[in-house]
């Protein structure tokens, strides 16, 4: 079993729709949880990043965790074409003090 | 935040052959690290190149075949040796600010 699993998709959405992607993970020791957001031939970069449980909102776009459940998501709200991407959750433990990357989701929005 | 420079940012080469990519920040940072990312895979970490000392290798990652240099704080390079086809994937350098890690553009490998 995978430490941190995530569905690739892909996943293809018309503008304006509300996007949900997910994560769930085995660890528990994982208490830093982000999202990279990563278009065609460039590295990822952060969207967001949250270590509590709870929702996080920033703009457009919401994280949540679940620690009890070992699931994260991201919500895109009122989705655009320039949305369209590769995200990634990643997720990192104190002890072990590297990244843990999901499969990443491929994401298109049409106009 | 750290901007990187990766390149080459893609090639095309022969199998048996080995390509040396490179790493450039525009800062100092005590580590650097070299992920791969298969198509349909997540990134996997291959290993992290301190300056001064030996390259940290992930399980399943020998330093025959990733050799790394890390001649100072604001560069490194990832070769990859003795291509084969399923060498093919993306190769992208990373450091870390805080929790935060930033990534070059990434070098897209196809070995024939």
């Known amino acids: 079993q995978k430490e941190v699993e995530q569905d690739p998709g892909p996943l293809s959405v018309p503008e304006g729709a509300i996007v949900s992607l997910n994560c769930t993970y085995s660890n528990s020791a994982f208490q830093y949880f982000m999202w990279y957001r990563q278009y065609s031939r460039k590295g990822p970069e952060l969207l967001m990043y949250?270590?509590?449980?709870g929702n996080k909102e920033d703009g457009r776009f919401t994280a949540q965790v679940d620690k009890s459940s070992k699931y994260i998501s991201l919500f895109i709200r009122d989705s655009q074409p320039s949305d369209s991407a590769t995200y990634l959750c990643?997720?990192?433990?104190?002890?072990?003090?590297?990244?843990?990357f999901g499969q990443g989701t491929i994401l298109t929005v049409h106009p | 935040s750290a901007v990187i420079s990766q390149k080459p940012s893609r090639d095309i080469c022969q199998r048996g052959t080995s390509l040396t990519i490179q790493c450039q920040v525009d800062s100092q940072v005590t580590m650097m690290f070299w992920y791969r990312q298969q198509p349909g895979q997540s990134l996997t970490l291959i290993a992290t190149?301190?300056?001064?000392?030996?390259?940290?290798?992930e399980s399943g990652f020998v330093i025959d075949k990733f050799p790394i240099s890390r001649p100072n704080l604001t560069f490194s390079t990832l070769t990859v040796s003795n291509m084969s086809p399923e060498d093919s994937s993306i190769y992208l350098c990373?450091?870390?600010?805080?929790?935060?890690?930033?990534f070059g553009q990434g070098t897209r490998l196809t070995v024939v």
């Open positions: 990643a997720m990192i433990s104190p002890s072990y003090g590297k990244l843990t």
């Open positions: 949250t270590y509590s449980s």
């Open positions: 990373s450091v870390e600010e805080e929790t935060e890690a930033f």
């Open positions: 190149a301190n300056q001064g000392s030996e390259a940290t290798y």
